[in-house]
């Protein structure tokens, strides 16, 4: 059997052995990258799409910017009230069997008026979801799975103070119903970091927790800096060209802000060549705060009980490194200082 065979074998063995455990948290992963492939084919067969989606479903393994090309066409697949509640739901689920005690589910508020969505509506739909699969507000730390969601400002779309504003807006009206957070994402080549800037202060100063994609591409160095140092951000996401820059490099570490890090997105997209090239270790190693996240699991094929398991074999990691992360990322997380009591006891086996 060769090499890339037994440890193809080993990830699978380890990936069972860590959805048993039941102690997964993911605090970066995007609902719509999260689609089961059945229900993708699904709506999108209503919407006389279903050849494009095969074409997706059978594309080989494609680049970042090809990523945002995929996710116009779940978007255009998916964007129903209706879709939106099942999706949200159906995702809390599937983490839920594959080990995860609490996930925090990023979508961009969309809009399609000739098929009845705002906003407004699209947010609440995904919020019926989650309490469809979690209970009222996405669980207090006590079920089997608790879920809360961020907001995301879409960098491509989101391109005037206004929009930024009004998605800002939807999180501070939905905190009741578990919106825990903003994100900052998209095509990181478009926007810009002075435009959301005024409209992440006010979601922080207002209790919301910031996150943001940061150095996904290279030659991004000099935005990179201003986000580490506004103070305004509590999580960021990727980091593959920060470690790169040595200027950012070291505001990152001095910052002590913790990073969401996606393996196989990372390599999938290209962003590092393989797993044992990644700077999981150049930051596990150096002391930053870190995560492991899914980023998206259909896009990318994952769960986070795999990427768990990659963890595992590529850097030398025990069960116990594996829970002691875990534990980070609820303690990194935006969820209420009493249920991330909670969930800290349960993923300590205390509970």
Known sequence: MSREAIGGRDIAHRANAMRANAFGVDV????????????????????????????????????????????????????????????AREVVEDF????????????????????????????????????????????????????RVILSVDRGRDDT??????????????RARGVVGIDVSGDPKAGSWEMYEPALRRARDAGLGVAVHCGEVAHTEEEQRRMIASGLVDRLGHCVFTVRDDECYAALKASRIPVELCLTSNVLTNSTKSYDEH????????????CLCTDDTWVFRTSL??????????FGLSVEDIREIMLDAVRFSFVEPDVKARLVERIQGRA
């Open 28 to 87: 970066h992963c995007h609902i719509n990258g999260c689609v089961r492939e059945s229900t993708l084919m699904e709506l999108a067969a209503k919407r006389g799409i279903e050849d494009e989606a095969k074409a997706v479903i059978g594309d080989a393994p494609r680049d970042l910017m090809r990523c945002f090309e995929m996710f116009k066409l779940i978007h255009d697949a998916c964007t129903t009230n209706e879709a939106g509640r099942r999706i």
């Open 96 to 147: 839920a069997n594959d080990g995860a005690a609490y996930v925090e589910l990023r979508t961009t508020p969309k809009e399609a008026p000739e098929r009845g969505v705002t906003k407004e509506s699209y947010v609440r739909a995904i919020l019926d979801g989650i309490e469809d699969a979690c209970g009222v507000g996405g669980g207090d730390g006590r079920g089997k799975i608790t879920a």
């Open 305 to 314: 009980s795999r990427e768990c398991a990659i963890a595992q074999v590529h």
């Open 161 to 174: 103070e206004s929009k930024v504003n009004e998605t800002v807006d939807l999180a501070l009206n939905n």
């Open 279 to 290: 700077h999981f270790k150049q930051l596990r190693r150096d002391g930053v705060p870190l």
